[in-house]
């Protein structure tokens, strides 16, 4: 289930790109009560439009035979009529043409496909330009966590930008292991998915380019290499409807007011142009929407789809709720939310009744009997400042050899979350908390997320704890599992512990501390900071020598009005040690168990294996940084040996770095929750990011339903419970739905730093910054924003140019763009653009849409460039940002 930041682009109503054959007269598409778009009747029936599916029978055969093939449907949101399945033997993903080859699945949808005639594939031109890195990902929104690909037939999965992005991303909602809110990584590769050349048919890469220009071949595919077709495919059956069915969007009359249709329907104009258009009945809209429609111009609508008829066009759907106005905070997160069935209700009191009634509710008696105390223990947490859920902490004691025993204890949620129960149900169809820029739509009920789990200082908690004694060098001398109860006697913010850390010898004044409990005091966590601080060094040492791979992405953080919630700034947040610091110790003990349970049993817990790079989807831009060649994708070390020495040491390294952690993420795919006793073959459940064999999610059971499972599973393993009674099958299937609402609270994560960024911008910009290129297209180029962190494209039609010039230079491209002079005797002003270089952009609002785009600085002046908001070119109405 994916969509488009369609915050970013409330576009007026249109036939959707690639569905012109079914486009009215009008160009809003056929109704089915317009005279001139009737479907021509046999049999007195209408024609149909889209294509019967098999029957299941057929399906199963067929996948069993492997004549058919199934994935999940991912959507172009640039060129939204072109679609893709990833392809089983990881080679490159499969076409699918057009919204009728689409056959009326969704973005997101698991479907099978039957392979067209080979004369019908996608022609792929070598060392295409401008295509490339439009294809398979989204270029200029966050990424769209979409796409999956199978690690063996029996398990699904999704694809996307490095979900352990290593000492980098911060989040708060996932400080462990970077999971976090990645703005502005990519998916999937860079494909190329359009053929572009001169009228001749012949490409002359170094020809000047006009602004007119955007012609396309069509070849005999049968003359050309197989290396230059792509296998296309049509859609034959949907196995999972994984969309939810639900978007937003605005609502307009019928164009033709004579029609039956007109009297009974109005047409739901989805934000999303890669939903259909929706006929919802007139009964569902506002009383007065027919006479006053322009009152509603503004509206935000949710409208869910309830039919899609194989001789219609258009949906049927019914409209679910108005939100507000486009373009205010609460609705459009609203309606974020709802597209992505996050459900966001208040829990219900039959859940509610499943937790502890009396409060203040205390351990009880028998519960210490079974745990190993350390309610003495140095004990803190380290979080971000308003933080509420703290479901780890750490202790760092000295022992007497020089060594340290140190330990990381989490929350026992799984003690409060009964198997089988309303709660246990509602957190497993949740599966994880939702982090918003303004709010966090939880997993659990607060009362047990900030108070019974939440490891809250000076309160006994029941842990889950890993206590290794290891050497001032990070070497495990011996490791111990098991229930614990602790006692917190501090939580440390994340700036606490940096100001720990960066004045060792300096006596921290108790006012800048928070409190801390009398049997302990503020040196003795001080020094504990230290220690582990020191510790988490040499791990993260160890690790890169181990072959870790280290891509920091950047992350916008917002302050906020306290009254209207609107963005005040933002900046980009700051990875400091004391993240370090935490997130080392987690990774630790994510990594600890799986390591340690060297046996794995058919119902074995739900690991996080990282699929290798797909190297076809990256050797593009691979290949135009030609020092990187000789290291490749061979292994996550070799990557990172391969950044590190690109990154260099002038003054624009830091620029350089960002550029190539965001090229980086390309390829990378999701990591994956799966059960070991369906998936046989070992070698796929090794982490790439982390080069590790075996990893698991075991440290944030407060917002990951799969944590919960993982400490089921340590429970029993350790004889504290009974072993779960789940079937494997039944274990990957609550696997499966993890993995889909991870990618989905991702997405929404990702769109709600959008919207913030965009409603910024608009009521802020412009904004300047300088701009590193990642990117050249021949009309194009693409630009990482350094001071915000956001990826925007630039068009060559968007800018005041007398001419732009497209050429190779070796593997590198170049666009050579030619200023018109702001003076008649002026000589025009000569830029060429190429990877790496350094340019000025302004971001600005467009008109009144909640949108914002990337406009060049010209060279050598102060001013800001007038704004085209309306631009040429085919090429250039695909624009989706």
Same mark, same amino acid.
């Given at each position: 289930?994916?969509?488009?930041? @369609?915050?970013?682009?409330?576009?007026?109503?249109?036939?959707?790109?690639?569905?012109?054959?079914?486009?009215?007269?009008?160009?809003?598409?056929?109704?089915?009560?317009?005279?001139?778009? !009737?479907?021509?009747?046999?049999?007195?029936?209408?024609?149909?439009?889209?294509?019967?599916?098999?029957?299941?029978?057929?399906?199963?055969?067929?996948?069993?035979?492997?004549?058919?093939?199934?994935?999940?449907?991912?959507?172009?949101?640039?060129?939204?009529?072109?679609?893709?399945?990833?392809?089983?033997?990881?080679?490159?993903?499969?076409?699918?043409?057009?919204?009728?080859?689409?056959?009326?699945?969704?973005?997101?949808? $698991?479907?099978?496909?039957?392979?067209?005639?080979?004369?019908?594939?996608?022609?792929?031109?070598?060392?295409?330009?401008?295509?490339?890195?439009?294809?398979?990902?989204?270029?200029?929104?966050?990424?769209?966590?979409?796409?999956?690909?199978?690690?063996?037939?029996?398990?699904?999965?999704?694809?996307?930008?490095?979900?352990?992005?290593?000492?980098?991303?911060?989040?708060?909602?996932?400080?462990?292991?970077?999971?976090?809110?990645?703005?502005?990584?990519?998916?999937?590769?860079? !494909?190329?998915?359009?053929?572009?050349?001169?009228?001749?048919? &012949?490409?002359?890469?170094?020809?000047?380019?006009?602004?007119?220009?955007? #012609?396309?071949?069509?070849? *005999?595919?049968?003359?050309?290499?197989?290396?230059?077709?792509?296998?296309?495919?049509?859609?034959?059956?949907?196995?999972?409807?994984?969309?939810?069915?639900?978007?937003?969007?605005?609502?307009?009359? $019928?164009?033709?007011?004579?029609? /039956?249709?007109?009297?009974?329907?109005?047409?739901?104009?989805?934000?999303?142009?890669?939903?259909?258009?929706?006929?919802?009945?007139?009964?569902?809209?506002?009383?007065?929407?027919?006479?006053?429609?322009?009152?509603?111009?503004?509206?935000?609508?949710?409208?869910?789809?309830?039919?899609?008829?194989?001789?219609?066009?258009?949906?049927?759907?019914?409209?679910?709720?108005?939100?507000?106005?486009?373009?205010?905070?609460?609705?459009?997160?609203?309606?974020?939310?709802?597209?992505?069935?996050?459900?966001?209700?208040?829990?219900?009191? %039959?859940?509610?009744?499943?937790?502890?009634?009396?409060?203040?509710?205390?351990?009880?008696?028998?519960?210490?009997?079974?745990?190993?105390?350390?309610?003495?223990?140095?004990?803190? #947490?380290?979080?971000?400042?308003?933080?509420?859920?703290?479901?780890?902490?750490?202790?760092? !004691?000295?022992?007497?050899?020089?060594?340290?025993?140190?330990?990381?204890?989490?929350?026992? =949620?799984?003690?409060?979350?009964? %198997?089988?129960?309303?709660?246990?149900? =509602?957190?497993?169809?949740?599966?994880?908390?939702?982090?918003?820029?303004?709010?966090?739509?939880?997993?659990?009920?607060?009362?047990?997320?900030?108070?019974?789990?939440?490891?809250?200082?000076?309160?006994?908690?029941?842990?889950?704890?890993?206590?290794?004694?290891?050497?001032?060098?990070?070497?495990?001398?011996?490791?111990?599992?098991?229930?614990?109860?602790?006692?917190?006697?501090?939580?440390?913010?994340?700036?606490?512990?940096?100001?720990?850390? %960066?004045?060792?010898?300096?006596?921290?004044?108790? &006012?800048?501390?928070?409190?801390?409990?009398?049997?302990?005091?503020?040196?003795?966590?001080?020094?504990?900071?230290?220690?582990?601080?020191?510790?988490?060094?040499?791990?993260?040492?160890q690790r890169f020598v181990d072959g870790a791979l280290r891509l920091d992405q950047l992350k916008l953080a917002f302050t906020l009005d306290h009254?209207?919630?609107?963005?005040?700034?933002?900046?980009? @947040?700051?990875?400091?040690?004391?993240?370090?610091?935490?997130?080392?110790?987690?990774?630790?003990?994510?990594?600890?168990?799986?390591? +340690?349970?060297?046996?794995?049993?058919?119902?074995?817990?739900?690991?996080?294996?990282?699929?290798?790079? +797909?190297?076809?989807?990256?050797?593009?831009?691979?290949?135009?940084?030609?020092?990187?060649?000789?290291?490749?994708?061979?292994?996550?070390?070799a990557l990172n040996k391969s950044l590190m020495e690109t990154f260099g040491d002038d003054k624009y390294s830091l620029a350089r770095k960002e550029?190539?952690?965001?090229?980086?993420?390309?390829?990378?795919?999701?990591?994956?929750?799966?059960?070991?006793?369906?998936?046989?073959?070992? #070698?796929?459940? +090794?982490h790439y990011a982390l080069n590790v064999p075996l990893y698991t999610h075991f440290t944030s059971p407060i917002r990951r339903f799969a944590d919960?499972?993982?400490?089921?599973?340590?429970?029993?393993? $350790?004889?504290?419970?009974?072993?779960?009674?789940?079937?494997?099958?039944?274990?990957?299937?609550?696997?499966?739905?993890?993995?889909?609402?991870?990618?989905?609270?991702?997405?929404?994560?990702?769109?709600?730093?959008?919207?913030?960024?965009?409603?910024?911008?608009?009521?802020?910009?412009?904004?300047?910054?300088?701009?590193?290129?990642?990117?050249?297209?021949?009309?194009?180029?693409?630009?990482?924003?350094?001071?915000?962190?956001?990826?925007?494209?630039?068009?060559?039609?968007?800018?005041?140019?007398?001419?732009?010039?497209?050429?190779?230079?070796?593997?590198?491209?170049?666009? #050579?763009?030619?200023?018109?002079?702001?003076?008649?005797?002026?000589?025009?002003?000569?830029?060429?653009?190429?990877?790496?270089?350094?340019?000025?952009?302004?971001?600005?609002? /467009?008109?009144?849409?909640?949108?914002?785009?990337? =406009?060049?600085?010209?060279?050598?002046?102060?001013?800001?460039?007038?704004?085209?908001?309306? +631009?040429?070119?085919? *090429?250039?109405?695909? %624009?989706?940002?």
């Amino acid at each position: 289930m994916s969509h488009p930041d @369609y915050r970013l682009n409330l576009r007026p109503l249109g036939t959707p790109r690639g569905a012109s054959s079914l486009a009215g007269p009008c160009g809003v598409g056929a109704s089915p009560g317009d005279k001139k778009s !009737k479907s021509k009747t046999i049999r007195g029936k209408k024609k149909s439009i889209f294509e019967t599916y098999l029957s299941k029978e057929d399906v199963s055969e067929g996948l069993k035979r492997g004549t058919l093939i199934q994935g999940v449907l991912r959507i172009n949101p640039k060129k939204f009529h072109e679609a893709f399945i990833p392809s089983p033997d990881g080679d490159r993903d499969i076409f699918i043409d057009g919204v009728v080859a689409r056959n009326r699945a969704l973005n997101g949808d $698991l479907v099978v496909v039957n392979l067209l005639p080979e004369e019908q594939w996608k022609v792929i031109k070598p060392e295409s330009n401008d295509k490339e890195t439009e294809g398979a990902y989204e270029s200029d929104l966050p990424e769209e966590l979409c796409g999956s690909h199978l690690l063996q037939q029996s398990l699904k999965g999704y694809n996307d930008s490095p979900d352990v992005i290593i000492e980098a991303q911060f989040d708060d909602s996932d400080s462990e292991d970077g999971h976090g809110n990645t703005q502005n990584a990519l998916v999937d590769g860079v !494909k190329k998915l359009s053929v572009c050349v001169h009228e001749k048919g &012949k490409e002359d890469a170094g020809a000047p380019v006009t602004k007119d220009e955007n #012609t396309f071949m069509s070849q *005999d595919t049968r003359a050309l290499p197989e290396k230059s077709l792509q296998r296309s495919a049509k859609v034959v059956y949907i196995l999972e409807k994984k969309h939810s069915r639900a978007a937003t969007g605005f609502l307009k009359l $019928l164009a033709d007011k004579n029609s /039956e249709l007109f009297r009974k329907y109005a047409l739901f104009s989805p934000s999303d142009h890669r939903v259909p258009r929706v006929y919802v009945p007139l009964k569902d809209c506002p009383q007065d929407f027919v006479t006053r429609p322009k009152d509603y111009a503004n509206t935000l609508f949710i409208c869910r789809i309830v039919d899609w008829r194989e001789d219609s066009n258009f949906a049927l759907g019914q409209l679910a709720k108005s939100l507000g106005q486009a373009g205010e905070i609460e609705p459009e997160t609203e309606g974020i939310l709802t597209e992505y069935g996050v459900d966001f209700s208040d829990f219900s009191s %039959e859940v509610l009744e499943c937790l502890p009634q009396g409060l203040p509710w205390t351990i009880p008696p028998e519960e210490f009997s079974k745990r190993r105390d350390l309610r003495k223990d140095c004990v803190f #947490t380290i979080d971000p400042s308003t933080a509420r859920d703290l479901d780890d902490a750490l202790s760092c !004691k000295p022992i007497a050899d020089g060594n340290f025993e140190v330990g990381v204890h989490i929350a026992d =949620v799984s003690y409060f979350v009964p %198997e089988g129960s309303s709660l246990d149900k =509602v957190a497993a169809e949740r599966a994880t908390s939702v982090y918003l820029v303004q709010k966090v739509v939880p997993m659990l009920p607060r009362l047990l997320c900030e108070e019974l789990c939440s490891l809250n200082p000076m309160t006994d908690k029941l842990t889950f704890s890993v206590i290794w004694t290891l050497t001032p060098k990070g070497k495990i001398l011996s490791e111990w599992f098991g229930q614990t109860v602790i006692r917190s006697c501090t939580k440390l913010s994340y700036e606490h512990a940096q100001s720990m850390i %960066e004045g060792p010898t300096r006596k921290i004044p108790e &006012k800048e501390l928070p409190p801390v409990s009398p049997e302990h005091t503020s040196e003795e966590v001080h020094r504990a900071v230290l220690n582990l601080h020191g510790i988490a060094k040499e791990l993260r040492k160890q690790r890169f020598v181990d072959g870790a791979l280290r891509l920091d992405q950047l992350k916008l953080a917002f302050t906020l009005d306290h009254e209207t919630g609107l963005p005040q700034g933002c900046h980009i @947040y700051e990875y400091r040690d004391s993240n370090k610091l935490v997130k080392s110790s987690l990774l630790l003990a994510n990594m600890a168990w799986p390591a +340690r349970s060297t046996a794995p049993s058919p119902s074995e817990p739900c690991y996080g294996g990282t699929p290798h790079p +797909r190297p076809r989807c990256s050797m593009t831009w691979w290949n135009s940084v030609t020092r990187w060649a000789a290291h490749g994708f061979s292994s996550a070390g070799a990557l990172n040996k391969s950044l590190m020495e690109t990154f260099g040491d002038d003054k624009y390294s830091l620029a350089r770095k960002e550029v190539l952690t965001n090229m980086c993420s390309r390829p990378m795919q999701m990591a994956l929750y799966f059960c070991s006793g369906v998936l046989q073959d070992q #070698t796929q459940f +090794r982490h790439y990011a982390l080069n590790v064999p075996l990893y698991t999610h075991f440290t944030s059971p407060i917002r990951r339903f799969a944590d919960v499972l993982v400490h089921r599973l340590l429970a029993a393993t $350790l004889g504290y419970r009974e072993l779960p009674d789940v079937e494997p099958d039944a274990l990957q299937k609550q696997a499966d739905h993890c993995n889909d609402r991870r990618m989905a609270s991702k997405r929404v994560q990702e769109l709600s730093t959008s919207l913030f960024f965009a409603i910024l911008v608009k009521e802020s910009g412009p904004l300047e910054s300088e701009a590193m290129v990642m990117g050249v297209l021949n009309q194009a180029f693409d630009v990482l924003v350094l001071r915000y962190g956001v990826q925007k494209r630039i068009y060559c039609n968007a800018l005041p140019l007398r001419s732009y010039h497209f050429q190779k230079v070796g593997k590198k491209p170049e666009l #050579t763009l030619v200023w018109e002079p702001e003076d008649v005797e002026q000589e025009p002003a000569q830029q060429v653009v190429s990877i790496f270089s350094l340019v000025e952009v302004v971001l600005r609002a /467009e008109a009144t849409a909640l949108k914002y785009s990337a =406009v060049l600085k010209r060279p050598g002046t102060e001013g800001l460039l007038g704004w085209q908001d309306e +631009r040429g070119g085919d *090429d250039l109405e695909e %624009e989706q940002d």
